[in-house]
């Protein structure tokens, strides 16, 4: 099929598309439908997206392919297919920083190689071991245009998580018996369960949890949050 100077090939048993250029470029991407949810504020989109363990091997393979550049986009379509949510990677873009374009129906999502990688983490744990350390990935990603578009907050779920633990445990876990007095904070405005500060200080070093890659041996490999 001819549209724009472009051809579009979909092989729909493998949700793979092919498009052709008029100046011969092939640009493929792929679609996963996974249950949407959207929710509208005042500046934002909130987005929340579930992956259970059936989908997520599935998931998983397409943030590889992306990961490799062996395609260029990724689009997550809802349920009644009413909203698309399309993913790219912009090695570009400077640490975990993220980039949307909101459109009506959907919106584009660009992310850096290094949040692409903690998705995969994340989710490449959850499919070895069946269960995550967290329910969700809160990512919070500011518009293209920072003066007149809207900004996103993307909630990646899963529905098998650890329980949450308490201060103790927390503690126990990271080894961190050396530390001064530790202060657990609530992780977010839509959220009960609880996660380490970013920055704490014993006696002997200063330590910087960074969203579940370990930067010191006291990191037993806690994983969190990468609400900013």
Not at 28 to 44: N, Y
Not at 131 to 152: A, Q, T
């Amino acid at each position: 099929m001819e549209h724009n100077g472009s051809v579009s090939l979909l092989a729909s048993a493998a949700a793979t598309t092919v498009t052709v250029t008029g100046a011969g470029r092939r640009y493929v991407s792929r679609s996963i439908a996974l249950p949407l949810t959207l929710r509208k504020e005042d500046r934002d989109d909130i987005v929340f997206v579930l992956i259970d363990p059936e989908a997520n091997r599935e998931w998983c393979l397409n943030l590889c392919l992306l990961r490799e550049g062996l395609i260029e986009s990724l689009t997550i379509i809802g349920d009644s297919a009413a909203y698309r949510l399309g993913i790219s990677l912009e090695p570009a873009l400077s640490s975990r920083q993220g980039k949307v374009q909101c459109r009506p129906g959907g919106a584009d999502v660009s992310i850096s190689i290094t949040e692409l990688d903690y998705w995969l983490h994340f989710f490449l744990k959850y499919h070895r071991h069946g269960v995550g350390d967290i329910n969700h990935i809160d990512v919070e990603i500011p518009p293209r245009e920072p003066n007149s578009g809207r900004s996103l907050d993307l909630v990646l779920q899963i529905p098998d998580a650890l329980p949450p633990i308490s201060e103790d445990e927390a503690r126990r876990r990271l080894g961190l018996s050396c530390m001064l007095p530790l202060r657990l904070q609530p992780r977010g405005r839509r959220e009960h369960e609880w996660h380490l500060p970013r920055l704490w200080s014993c006696r002997r070093h200063t330590c910087q949890l960074r969203r579940g890659v370990p930067t010191h041996p006291c990191d037993r490999g806690f994983l969190h949050t990468s609400k900013r």
